[in-house]
């Protein structure tokens, strides 16, 4: 079994802003997510923690690490999307015909590539023992593109991503769970994550 958990809140997430690859740490909410998620943790009898290793996501793990008595492994392929040169920006600076531009051509952002990143977080998916319990702490882009494969498997398609990213909420902390590939995915009791009205 997978467990899959969106770090606890930052500054930026508060502001709205896009954090893209940029290191940016939990605040005090952000901590008190990662204590309140460990606790609802203590009975799946994790045996595996795996985290990216950006800052946010690293302290949720450690936090959650620490009072499951598991030492924290990190695998770069968690890190979030490089949204290159919409990092930093209010959610609501970005017009409609600069996301559409930025999914057309996300490099000439200096973005990373869509397939690219998906690749790497599908990579990660195939490569998990979904015999044993594991959990992994990383982002909501990632996230997306984790609904992506479960939907179409290898088939990336950059407007399925962009409607996810438009359209869901991710809460920090949300608890996302997955059996194995030919599964779906659930949503652990007590977390939000939902579809946005379209």
Known sequence: MLYIVRH??????????????????????????AHN???????????????????????TAQIIGNILNITVE?????REY??????????????????????????NFGAEKLQDAFTRV??????????????????GGVINFIMCYMQDKNNFHAHSYLDKCLHTKIDNASVLRIKDLKSGISILKNTRFYCLSK
């Open 37 to 59: 998620v460990a606790q609802k943790l203590q009975n799946l009898k994790t045996q595996k923690i795996v985290s990216s290793d950006l800052s946010r996501a690293a302290e």
């Open 122 to 139: 599908a990579r990660f998916l195939q490569d998990i023992d979904y015999k044993q319990n594991t959990l992994a702490v990383t982002h």
């Open 74 to 78: 990190y695998d770069a392929r968690l």
């Open 8 to 33: 606890g809140q930052t500054d930026w997430n508060l502001g709205n802003r896009i954090q893209g690859i940029a290191d940016v740490p939990l605040n005090e909410t952000g901590r008190i997510h």
């Open 82 to 107: 490089d949204f290159g040169g919409l990092t930093g920006l209010c959610r609501a600076e970005i017009d409609p015909q600069m996301v559409e531009m930025f999914f057309a051509a996300p490099t």
